[in-house]
C-alpha cells in the first residue's frame, strides 16, 4: 500500500467509528424515550449493545459503510415520535418562561416605601 491509500484507510475507519459512536449514543438515548421505567432501559441498554457488539470484529471498509447504512435506516424507522425533552431545555415546556426583563425596564425593590426627600 502507498502512503496515500494508507492515510485514506485510516480517515475512512476514522469517520466510521465516529459515525457507529454517534449512531449507539443517538440509538442510547432514544431508548430512554421507549422506555418506562429504569430496569427495562437497562435490559433494551444490554441488548442495544450485544447488537453493536456482534459486529465488531468486521473488517472490511464496505461491510462497515454497509451495516452503518443499514443501522441508520433502522433508527430513523424506530425512531420515538415524541422524544422527551428536559423542561428548561430549548423545546422543553419551562424554556423562557420567565425570560430576562428587556433593558430599559427596571426592578424596584422598595415595595412602595419611597423616599421621601
Known sequence: MSVTSTAGYFARRAAQRERVRILYRRALKDKLNWAVH?????????????RFDANKHVEDPDTIDRLIADGEASYNKWRHPDPYIVPWA???????????????????????????D
Open 38 to 50: 429504569r430496569h427495562i432501559f437497562y435490559q433494551d441498554a444490554s441488548e442495544l449493545r450485544e
Open 90 to 116: 430549548p423545546g422543553g415546556s419551562k424554556f423562557t418562561r420567565n425570560p430576562i426583563p428587556p433593558s430599559g425596564i427596571e426592578i424596584v425593590y422598595n415595595y412602595g416605601r419611597e423616599d421621601n
